[in-house]
């Protein structure tokens, strides 16, 4: 029984995780998309994020969710993201839903995803207690949550697979073998995103495989990488 009790809590808590951020991100991307991005009939002056921070990068990464021609800004370096963030906001567009809020719920599945992830990581850990509620009452505190929460970025989602690399180690941790396929996943998910992302992949294929396993790993993660990146 109380196993039971504490695999819901658990539950309960990543979901709480996950739903708490995407509501609060979008609730502030829905009220503030269009001060970031270069939507049709929106004036100059009423976007002031154009000429604020980042030398205007978030009209860039607008048009990488709504546009197949977005070569002036190369997405092409990040394979998995057309995957997770064009794709998505075209399907929904077939669905009827209005682009504008497919570009924000995306974003927001995105923060949410990070939030989750790092709950889960928690879990992991500490096991389900009032210390993980306190670190994930942090996390929504913290400066990284209050500014990208917002921001129609995609540093959420490439932070989201940094987040399950960590979840997977803490994951392979309590098994007596880790699973070489859930690696391969881990790794290419991060060096989908960037290679410093695979960084955390790297390592989680190191630490957890004899160095053999580690080559095929890595092999079979360039190889996915480089089918996902010609399909894009």
Request: hydrophobic residues 55%; glycine residues 6%.
């Amino acid at each position: 029984m109380n196993g039971i009790k504490q695999r819901g809590g658990a539950i309960f808590f990543l979901v709480f995780s996950f739903l708490l951020a995407f509501l609060i991100s979008l609730s502030l991307l829905i009220n503030d998309l269009e001060t970031q991005s270069q939507i049709k009939g929106i004036p100059n002056d009423s976007r002031p994020a154009l000429s604020s921070w980042f030398e205007a990068d978030t009209p860039h990464v607008h048009e990488a969710f709504t546009s197949t021609k977005t070569l002036w800004h190369e997405t092409h370096r990040h394979p998995l993201f057309p995957y997770v963030s064009l794709l998505p906001v075209k399907v929904m567009g077939l669905l009827g839903i209005p682009e504008e809020f497919a570009v924000c719920f995306t974003l927001a599945v995105g923060v949410g995803l990070f939030s989750s992830l790092f709950a889960l990581t928690l879990l992991l850990t500490l096991g389900h207690r009032p210390l993980c509620w306190f670190m994930q009452a942090l996390f929504f505190a913290s400066a990284f949550f209050m500014f990208w929460a917002g921001i129609c970025e995609r540093f959420p989602m490439g932070g989201a697979t940094i987040m399950a690399t960590a979840a997977g180690a803490a994951y392979f941790s309590r098994k007596k073998k880790a699973s070489l396929p859930l690696a391969v996943f881990l790794n290419t998910v991060s060096l989908g995103v960037t290679l410093s992302n695979w960084m955390f992949g790297l390592f989680l294929s190191l630490c957890f495989f004899p160095l053999q396993k580690v080559i095929r790993i890595t092999l079979y993660t360039v190889v996915i990488a480089a089918i996902l990146w010609l399909g894009e």
